[in-house]
């Protein structure tokens, strides 16, 4: 053996020691950082981990809100739940909102995205106006339309000469409620597509206007398109908080379900069944099934939004 293939034998080569040192330097990086994630992950275990898992143990048995001695009930508070018609119901009041809020905000931030985005004069004044309304607190808002929609004294069916019972006629007081949301919460969209729209690069537009392409063609194949992505972001978002609704339903209401039950949601059912009806319990298991459901479409929205971006490599 040469002394050049011995030397090679008992050197580690310069790519070993370079891995070697990014490892240690990563280890290191970990451990200092760990410190700084730690405060994070010890409110996340509080607050999100501990009382889901809380809840998933309170769904197998019978307890309530009395504080009496809780008993192994198994799978019995699935079963009702998933025989239970009124759940049903409160899940599809909530599915249908959903199905009304989310294409009616994307659509409507969009378009006032766009006119701020290009109006000249008052911008800023533009831009305040459509995100001050999500500002107010739900109560405030919700008392607010309350007013407006009342039968009598609201300015809603004065100012159009209407005299619809927005809140007492189960026929429109989802309707009201979705409004209601509509004004409240276009302002976080209408924020998330006007940042979208400011980092379009000018010169596509540019390009676009020499080669002849009016208006609506510069819309239709420069600005949704590159709006593709913050258009899924919003869609989801929305999705996911619509079926989650529940103040403004429960206060527009004075705290009710609605006109034959027409607004009661399952956010507020789960609550009418813990701390009205004292069903603790019950009120955990359909709190996962929720869970569930809720995991599902994010689930699916991450799916749908991978094989997106494979299928356009």
């Given at each position: ?206 390009a676009a206007k020499l080669d002849g392409a009016n208006a609506w063609h510069r819309i239709l194949h420069i600005t949704l398109p590159m709006l593709r992505n913050i258009t899924g972001l919003v869609v989801a978002l929305q999705i996911l908080a619509s079926l989650q609704v529940f103040d403004q339903a429960v206060v527009m209401q004075d705290f009710g379900p609605g006109p034959e039950n027409s607004t009661r949601t399952f956010v507020q059912y789960t609550l009418e069944q813990g701390f ?38």
């Open positions: 053996m040469t002394a050049t293939s011995a030397e090679t034998i008992v050197r580690p080569s310069r790519a070993t020691t370079a891995a070697d040192s990014a490892g240690v330097r990563r280890r290191q990086g970990f451990q200092h950082g760990g410190w700084f994630v730690a405060p994070f992950l010890a409110l996340f275990a509080l607050f999100v981990v501990w009382p889901l898992l809380r809840g998933l143990y309170l769904s197998f048995t019978d307890a309530n809100i009395s504080g009496d001695s809780a008993h192994f009930v198994g799978l019995d508070n699935y079963r009702e739940a998933l025989k239970d018609p009124l759940m049903w119901d409160a899940l599809g009041h909530s599915a249908y909102f959903t199905l009304l809020v989310v294409p009616c905000i994307t659509v409507l931030a969009l378009l006032l995205a766009m006119l701020a985005h290009h109006i000249e004069r008052g911008k800023w004044l533009w831009r305040l106006c459509f995100f001050l309304p999500f500002l107010l607190p739900s109560t405030v808002a919700a008392n607010l339309w309350q007013w407006l929609f009342n039968p009598g004294t609201g300015m809603i069916n004065h100012v159009f000469g209407l005299d619809t019972p927005w809140l007492t006629d189960k026929s429109y007081a989802m309707l009201a409620v979705v409004i209601t949301t509509l004004w409240w919460t276009v302002g976080f969209s209408f924020l998330l597509y006007l940042a979208a729209l400011q980092g379009i690069p000018a010169h596509l537009y540019e009205t009806s004292y069903r603790v319990g019950y009120a955990s298991a359909i709190s996962i099934i929720f869970f569930v459901l809720i995991a599902a479409v994010a689930l699916a929205r991450m799916w749908l939004l991978r094989n997106r971006e494979e299928g356009g490599r």
